[in-house]
């Protein structure tokens, strides 16, 4: 092989160690636009569209098929905690099947492709944003009692064995997990890399983290503030994603803030739903300072993941 084609040949291989940004115009699947003011052609964008529509038609029809959910209520599966497994198995198999087919007649990738790769680093990762929300929400829970914001008024421990303790700890923990992946596989794995693909990556990560809060919309005090605070949130989750080329750093983020929010900081409530919480807290702050408080722990939690991320090139994703 003469000097000029292994020059060529390694030109051809640079896309293998640059980041998510920088791959080849001579690639199949190009890096989406950078500008929000790029726009894709008119059949990108009805492509775009259609492969939005599809996977949410495809996710109704499974829904209605399995969504057994829409019949029983608590009561018939046993009580709250149940009803919010089950509703995750359910909303899971529903996402990821139709994330997949949807990919696959459409897209021509796998559901492989949005960033689930499984090797240490999806651990680590995964593990990784865990430990950043627990550090987070441990000193703001701190923070919270010392300013006499929330009381402790009662322990799960006092009313419980040890046992009970642990075995439902590991159920919400599991249920957390199931609500994390098909979230996330949705909305920063689906929703952004679509929307990205077909008009820009701006434009990816704003409507696909409108979108993740308007999914919210039905929670019980669902306020205009809340619903900024979820857009916010996917914001955060979208730089997580973006940072590491995969989505198991922010699927540890989603599924940590929801588990340790409803579970070990508080009583178990969760959308109307009662379910195991560690203790019983009186609050003692409004919703507005509440929100904006929240605000601040994203923030801190979007340093946390540059920290974490500030020597590591993304792993490039195949759009």
């Known amino acids: 092989m003469s000097d000029s084609d292994l020059d060529k040949h390694k030109n051809d291989k640079n896309w293998l160690h640059s980041d998510i940004y920088s791959r080849p115009s001579q690639s199949v ?86 960033g689930l790769k499984l090797n240490r680093r999806a651990f680590y990762d995964f593990l990784a944003g865990l430990t950043m929300v627990f550090i987070v929400l441990s000193m703001s829970f701190l923070l919270s009692l010392g300013a006499g914001w929330i009381v402790i008024q009662d322990f799960v421990w006092q009313r419980m064995s040890l046992a009970g303790v ?28 679509v929307i990205s693909k077909g008009l820009n990556l701006p434009l990816g990560v704003i409507l696909s983290s409108l979108y993740f809060s308007y999914l919210h919309r039905h929670n019980p005090g669902a306020s205009f503030n809340y619903l900024l605070h979820v857009f916010v949130a996917g914001l955060m989750l979208s730089y997580a994603f973006l940072r590491t080329g995969r989505l198991w750093l922010a699927i540890g983020l989603h599924a ?29 702050i409004t919703q507005v300072q509440y929100i904006v408080f929240e605000f601040f722990l994203l923030a801190v939690i979007t340093i946390l993941i540059y920290l974490y991320t500030i020597n590591r090139k993304p792993e490039p994703l195949e759009w």
């Not at 599991?174 to 689906?190: A, Q, Y």
């Not at 409803?262 to 109307?272: C, E, M």
Request: contains cysteine; aromatic residues 16%; charged residues 15%.
């Open 166 to 193: 642990l075995g439902n700890l590991l159920i919400t923990f599991v249920i957390f997990c199931f609500l994390g992946w098909s979230e996330e596989l949705l909305s920063r794995g689906f929703h952004l890399r």
């Open 256 to 284: 940590g803030w929801d588990f340790f929010i409803v579970v070990i900081f508080s009583d178990g409530g969760l959308g109307g739903l009662k379910i195991f919480g560690l203790m019983d807290i009186g609050y003692r």
């Open 29 to 114: 699947s190009q890096t989406p636009r950078t500008s929000i003011f790029q726009f894709g052609t008119f059949g990108d964008l009805l492509s775009t569209v259609g492969k939005l529509l599809v996977q949410k038609i495809v996710y109704y029809m499974i829904f209605f098929m399995v969504g057994i959910v829409l019949f029983v209520g608590p009561q018939e599966l046993g009580g709250d905690q149940a009803f919010l497994a089950f509703q995750q198995i359910v909303q899971l198999t529903c996402y990821t099947i139709s994330v997949a087919f949807a990919l696959k007649v459409f897209d021509d990738s796998e559901i492989a492709d949005l």
